[in-house]
């Protein structure tokens, strides 16, 4: 089975998220959407936004999610986000917390 189509927009490789923060991306067509933190922690995000800029990809445009965090609860340093879609990856990026 093929992984669906989509993207991890934030956070871009070697960012750095501070405060509270925005993941966001674009998968084109699934049940679930969920970002793994670190291997630790699976969290569920909102999904099916209106992004216009998707429809060449996916053919509609119900494709965007976000998912607020509070980067003070993740430890300082370098952290890795998994994006998935109904349990395959997507996406993965890797960041940067600053110290506190």
């Not at 927009?9 to 993941?23: C, H, K, R, V």
């Not at 209106?50 to 445009?61: N, Q, S």
């Not at 999610?65 to 349990?87: C, I, K, R, S, W």
């Amino acid at each position: 089975m093929m992984a669906p189509k989509g993207a991890l927009e934030n956070p871009q490789p070697d960012d750095y998220a501070s405060g509270i923060y925005l993941f966001s991306g674009w998968v084109c067509e699934a049940e679930t959407v969920q970002i793994d933190l670190d291997g630790a922690q699976l969290l569920d995000v909102a999904y099916g936004t209106e992004r216009l800029d998707t429809v060449p990809a996916c053919g509609d445009a119900n494709n965007g999610f976000g998912m607020l965090v509070n980067t003070a609860n993740l430890a300082p340093g370098e952290h890795q986000a998994t994006l998935y879609a109904d349990g395959q990856q997507v996406a993965q990026s890797v960041f940067k917390t600053a110290e506190r």
